[in-house]
């Protein structure tokens, strides 16, 4: 309510500065406007557009997660339906567009692209629900081309709108290559004006995706598709909209809110997108993130407003779990229509019902999907528990580095890379702590399906790596041992050894190396990567291939894309980071595929370094550990803890 008010206000002051304009000289964007003298003072003539934009749906229709294998409440299309339809009934001129990313990311994109294979002449299921939605728009988002041009020919062949982008091309080494897609498109459309006459606004749209398609999907698009640069592309192309008669330009960027700085070929560009001239609106994405709210300390940015050096952007988040409106007031001057205000804001889908209509549209493809993630990929000969994961090296871990090695082995064969030595990173994200005695991964020996990959590895994150040196390995190992307290070796009485303050996901284990972490020294880091003991010097031994680590040496680890872009010790000395276009998840069930049946032991690459005294360390874990203790009888169960956790003892290894 607070925030309705707010709004109001600011809409009030708006029209008393627009007031107090015109009883100055007149109310006009520019002094050369002003030079041609006023046709419509009262802007009575103007049109008020509602531009809604959905991007990153990644196929989630549905309000289903196909892992968890249950209804949701905060995404899916058919709840953003809803939003489209409730957002046209409060406006009187309205345009949709979709930024990108539509056919993959979800199970029931793989269904439809590997399972119950989209035949030609067949509309896949995002247009069946699209179709639904009359979209006026789209343009393609880098994960369109993960399954290779056949297929996306396919699916656009079915497609009830048009799509546009310029900066795709054919490899067709002419001089001019020709376009994958139209570059733009005028769409006239026939708008009411505040006086109720219609108006004829020819709406320019193109669109851009991130360059980088042809290295993400190097073994579908070499020698098929170029790219080109953003900018430079919306440059090229906005005279030829202009002269092709288009009223106003939005731009549909694939391509997230990067760096103020203009770089040549940059992944996210829509930043240096509102500098370009003649660009009046730009729908963004890409990031998975929001704007208006997120991007606040950028220059330029005003966040109230939802603008961008003045510019109107949005970017409605990802899976559908946001639309994105942008109301803009057109106005005619000389003939001329220009985009003289703008409000900007996201709607988010938590509140609402999903659509039936679009629920029914789809429901063969979410049935099959359904039936797909419970049909199991292959088979593990133990348990796979993460009860564990943070005193031992754990199977729920090794089965994600070895996924991840096995990944990025078969992307750097044939690259320069080739021969540098691949380190895989991962951590437990699901290790009980403040989500509850009942947050661990469990899956029982025997058939894993598609959705117990998901218990496995929790977050959409996507596969990347960095260049580090053996000195980097170090520094980020003695940052995941902040996981662990502080133990007292002259101290016989209880000590707990997990740090409850640190994260799980933090704990990195690095296979690929060995080590050990030395409790009894403090921690180096805390917990936000700040150094708290400079001489602190926990891990021990750190070899590789049995050698103490080379300092200089360099490395490829594999992780994720948050961790590669985040300021982790160590990591944050890369010397190169590469973002790959598949989820580890994916890695992770292509990998089990592929090996068919899994033994998940883990290889035991760290131990805790031996302790001269007898120590007494207790940590929390599972109530249903107790049926998983490890045989060598180092885990002994004690009893039961707090909050539903049971209290384990564990004997540190011992020095001679
Ligand atoms: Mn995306
Ligand atoms: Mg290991």
Redesign the pocket.
């Known amino acids: 309510m607070k925030k309705a008010f707010q709004h109001l206000g600011r809409k009030v002051l708006a029209m008393t500065m627009a007031a107090s304009l015109l009883a100055g000289t007149a109310m006009m964007d520019t002094a050369e406007a002003a030079k041609k003298g006023p046709k419509d003072k009262k802007g009575k003539h103007d049109v008020e557009l509602r531009v809604m934009g959905t991007t990153d749906i990644h196929t989630h229709l549905y309000n289903y997660d196909y892992y968890k294998d249950e209804e949701v409440e905060d995404f899916g299309l058919a709840k953003t339906a809803t939003l489209i339809k409730q957002a046209r009934a409060e406006a009187t001129n309205t345009m949709l567009f979709d930024n990108g990313d539509l056919i993959q990311g979800n199970p029931l994109g793989d269904y439809k692209a590997k399972v119950d294979v989209l035949q030609p002449g067949e509309v896949h299921p995002v247009f069946q629900a699209m179709g639904l939605l009359d979209y006026d728009a789209a343009t393609l988002g880098n994960h369109e081309f993960n399954y290779g041009l056949d297929f996306l020919d396919t699916v656009l062949e079915g497609s009830p709108f048009p799509y546009v982008s310029a900066n795709v091309f054919y490899d067709d080494g002419r001089k001019n290559n020709k376009h994958y897609v139209e570059p733009y498109k005028i769409i006239k459309k026939k708008f009411k004006d505040k006086k109720g006459t219609n108006q004829v606004v020819r709406v320019g749209v193109t669109g851009v995706v991130t360059p980088q398609i042809t290295q993400w999907d190097k073994a579908h698009l070499d020698g098929e598709i170029i790219t080109k640069d953003i900018v430079k592309s919306v440059e090229a192309v906005i005279p030829k909209m202009k002269k092709a008669g288009a009223d106003i330009i939005i731009v549909l960027a694939h391509s997230g809110i990067g760096e103020v700085e203009y770089v040549e070929m940059a992944e996210n560009a829509t930043y240096n997108l509102t500098q370009v001239e003649g660009v009046d609106a730009i729908i963004t994405g890409h990031n998975h993130l929001n704007f208006p709210g997120d991007f606040q300390d950028m220059p330029g940015v005003d966040s109230e407003k939802g603008t961008i050096n003045g510019v109107p952007v949005v970017m409605p988040g990802n899976w559908g779990n946001n639309l994105g409106v942008m109301d803009l007031t057109l106005s005619k001057k000389k003939g001329d229509w220009k985009v003289t205000d703008s409000a900007t804001k996201l709607m988010n889908v938590n509140d609402v019902e999903a659509d039936p209509a679009i629920l029914e549209a789809v429901r063969e493809a979410h049935e099959g999907t359904v039936n797909y993630v419970r049909t199991p990929v292959g088979t593990t000969t133990a348990d796979i528990h993460s009860y564990f994961a943070l005193v031992q090296?754990d199977p729920s871990?090794?089965i994600v580095?070895n996924a991840q090695k096995w990944y990025i082995e078969k992307q750097l064969a044939g690259t320069v890379d080739e021969s540098t030595p691949v380190l895989s990173a991962g951590a437990p994200f699901k290790a009980g702590g403040r989500n509850g005695a009942g947050y661990y991964t469990y899956i029982p020996e025997g058939e894993i399906a598609i959705k117990n990959v998901a218990d496995l590895y929790l977050y959409p994150n996507t596969v990347a790596t960095v260049k580090v040196t053996g000195a980097d390995v170090k520094e980020w190992l003695e940052m995941s041992a902040g996981q662990f307290k502080q133990i007292d070796p002259n101290n016989s009485s209880e000590q707990a050894l997990i740090n409850a303050d640190f994260p799980t996901y933090n704990y990195d284990?690095i296979?690929g190396v060995t080590y050990e972490i030395d409790v009894t020294e403090p921690a180096k880091y805390d917990k936000d990567g700040v150094v708290v003991n400079g001489g602190a010097n926990r891990i021990k031994n750190l070899e590789y291939n049995g050698e103490p680590i080379d300092s200089d040496q360099e490395f490829i680890v594999v992780t994720n894309n948050y961790r590669a872009s985040g300021n982790f010790p160590g990591v944050r000395n890369n010397t190169g980071v590469e973002m790959y276009p598949d989820e580890n998840r994916q890695a992770i069930i292509d990998y089990i595929v592929e090996q068919g049946e899994i033994d998940p032991s883990?290889?035991?690459?760290?131990t805790f370094a031996p302790i001269t005294n007898t120590v007494n360390v207790t940590f929390d874990s599972s109530p249903n550990a107790v049926d998983a203790l490890p045989e060598d009888g180092t885990i002994q169960y004690e009893g039961a803890s707090q909050n539903g956790f049971a209290k384990y003892r564990l004997t540190l290894p011992t020095a001679e």
């Open positions: 090296d871990i090794q580095t284990v296979d883990a290889d035991g690459n760290w």
